[in-house]
């Protein structure tokens, strides 16, 4: 049972390069989530998913995009990236049970993304 | 939106002794409160969680309290071994619209047990 499994674990771009992060899961949940840690912000939403081809703005959206054409992936792309998305992304996911209140999210090892 | 605040943002206490951490939330609306552990290089992991519609929770070394008057929820950590250094993170679910789903976490607490 693999979980949720992110790539590359490390990245190191340029300023102004395209870069896709990879988020795969393997417990078919319906609700994806983007994540950003930085030190003394905790973690920041960036994009989330309820389904497929349905995704969502969080906190700091601007600078990526997602998409999710299938329910087990939810890739990351900074299309031009800046020295202000050097940041550890961790990809998390859900599933939302009829009645529920709480929903536990699992969240993967993380990408460590630096960008000169 | 819901607004998390999170103290201390580091503690530092002695193996076996008590360790706490308390958080407040913004929005009434709020009903489901977890707390995520994050080991060095890991991603965070849920180790306990809480409902509006009870007042403490407990699990081995570990518990819970919430406030909903005050809105204010805290974590205890009894007994603590060197294992449980790691950052803590609070975090509140926000009723809103269709994304109810969402969590909005804390900033943090780095929990050092010093043998």
């Known amino acids: 049972d693999a979980g949720i499994t992110q790539s590359p674990r490390y990245k190191i771009t340029e300023t102004g390069r395209q870069v896709t992060l990879m988020c795969h899961q393997t417990?078919?949940?319906?609700?994806m989530f983007w994540y950003r840690q930085d030190l003394g912000h905790g973690l920041r939403l960036i994009y989330y998913?309820?389904?497929?081809?349905?995704?969502d703005k969080g906190e700091v959206p601007d600078g990526y995009v997602v998409s999710r054409s299938k329910t087990e992936n939810f890739p990351l792309t900074l299309e031009s990236a800046t020295r202000s998305q050097t940041s550890v992304y961790f990809c998390?996911?859900?599933?939302?049970?009829?009645?529920?209140?709480?929903?536990?999210?699992?969240f993967g090892p993380g990408t460590r993304l630096t960008v000169l | 939106g819901e607004n998390v605040e999170q103290h201390p943002s580091t503690l530092s206490v002695q193996e076996g002794d008590s360790a706490v951490i308390k958080c407040t939330y913004s929005d009434s609306a709020s009903n489901y409160f977890p707390w995520y552990k994050q080991e060095l290089g890991k991603g965070p992991q849920l180790i306990i969680d809480i409902r509006s519609n009870v007042g403490e929770k407990k699990d081995q070394r570990i518990a819970v309290t919430l406030n909903k008057t005050a809105k204010h929820f805290s974590l205890h950590i009894t007994e603590t071994q060197p294992e449980d250094s790691a950052v803590y993170f609070c975090a509140a679910r926000w009723l809103g619209g269709g994304s109810n789903y969402k969590l909005t976490f804390g900033k943090g607490t780095l929990l050092t047990v010093n043998p």
């Open positions: 417990w078919s949940h319906s609700y």
């Open positions: 998913s309820a389904a497929a081809d349905i995704t």
């Open positions: 998390a996911s859900s599933e939302q049970l009829a009645g529920a209140s709480d929903n536990e999210q699992f």
